[in-house]
């Protein structure tokens, strides 16, 4: 909680968009998913990989041409995530993506413990990465742009 005031350069989440058109698309809209911006990180290497024009601070748009790429390095991705089967497999992937020591200090601070029973922790990464890879084929199913933008 912060029981403060706070500007737009404090906000800390992704928006991934479908609503949008080929030039633009409806902020924050009932049917944006959201993901915070610690566990974001550890999937921002396979959109940057997708679009070269990915930048975390300005709309990013994946159309027919970059959305099957996208798809197809997020499906590495999750392949990667399912055969972690240890702990430091665990912490090893982790800390490989950009900002991943973030997340583990984030795990530490959520959950001192964490290390003891870090299983539903590698559980919750395996099912955000589904999520995302069922938004993902959504849009292709549905010829849809998604939009990923960062606050």
Same mark, same amino acid.
């Given at each position: 909680?912060?029981?403060?005031?706070?500007?737009?350069?404090?906000?800390?989440?992704?928006?991934?968009?479908?609503?949008?058109?080929?030039?633009?698309? @409806?902020?924050? %809209?009932?049917? +944006?998913?959201?993901?915070?911006?610690? $566990? &974001?990180?550890?999937?921002?290497?396979?959109?940057? *990989?997708?679009?070269?024009?990915?930048?975390?601070?300005?709309?990013?748009?994946?159309?027919?041409?970059?959305?099957?790429?996208?798809?197809?390095?997020?499906?590495?991705?999750?392949?990667?995530?399912?055969?972690?089967?240890?702990?430091? @497999?665990?912490? %090893?992937?982790? +800390?490989?993506?950009?900002?991943?020591? $973030? &997340?583990?200090?984030?795990?530490?601070?959520?959950? *001192?413990?964490?290390?003891?029973?870090?299983?539903?922790?590698?559980?919750?990464?395996?099912?955000?990465?589904?999520?995302?890879?069922?938004?993902?084929?959504?849009?292709?199913?549905?010829?849809?742009?998604?939009?990923?933008?960062?606050?």
């Amino acid at each position: 909680m912060k029981p403060s005031l706070y500007n737009h350069t404090e906000l800390n989440f992704v928006e991934l968009n479908t609503t949008g058109s080929e030039d633009s698309y @409806n902020r924050c %809209d009932p049917e +944006s998913r959201y993901i915070d911006a610690v $566990e &974001f990180n550890l999937f921002s290497e396979c959109f940057e *990989k997708a679009n070269k024009l990915y930048g975390y601070y300005q709309p990013t748009k994946y159309n027919t041409r970059s959305i099957i790429p996208l798809r197809n390095i997020f499906q590495t991705h999750l392949s990667e995530l399912e055969q972690i089967n240890t702990l430091g @497999n665990f912490q %090893d992937f982790i +800390s490989g993506k950009v900002l991943g020591k $973030e &997340f583990l200090i984030a795990l530490v601070q959520s959950d *001192k413990d964490w290390i003891r029973s870090w299983g539903p922790y590698h559980k919750k990464l395996l099912n955000l990465s589904r999520d995302i890879l069922n938004l993902i084929d959504f849009c292709i199913d549905e010829d849809r742009i998604l939009w990923v933008i960062g606050y």
